[in-house]
């Protein structure tokens, strides 16, 4: 699921306006909104912000749209 997705189901399933969802996520409004629409880049610093935020509900890892690899046994 791309981030813009992400965020504002999350957003809209807690009932949250962009500006309280802003507050929480401690991010600004504008920049919230430009996550959600595609215009902004997701920095690591906003998606730890997002990933604290949500108590690990939106990772950081998702939201960056990195994916996970198992590390080869030695």
Same mark, same amino acid.
């Given at each position: 699921?791309?981030?813009? #997705?992400m965020? #504002?189901?999350? #957003?809209? /399933?807690?009932?949250?306006?962009?500006? !309280?969802? +802003?507050?929480?996520?401690?991010?600004s409004?504008?920049?919230l909104?430009?996550?959600? !629409?595609? =215009? /902004?880049?997701? !920095?690591? /610093?906003a998606?730890?912000? $997002?990933? +604290?935020?949500?108590?690990?509900?939106?990772? +950081? $890892?998702?939201l960056?749209g990195?994916? =996970? #690899?198992?590390?080869p046994?030695?």
């Amino acid at each position: 699921m791309r981030k813009k #997705r992400m965020l #504002r189901a999350y #957003r809209k /399933a807690n009932d949250w306006t962009l500006e !309280t969802a +802003a507050k929480k996520f401690g991010l600004s409004l504008s920049y919230l909104s430009e996550l959600e !629409t595609d =215009v /902004a880049p997701m !920095t690591l /610093a906003a998606a730890k912000k $997002i990933e +604290a935020a949500t108590k690990g509900k939106l990772t +950081a $890892i998702a939201l960056l749209g990195l994916k =996970v #690899r198992a590390c080869p046994s030695p």
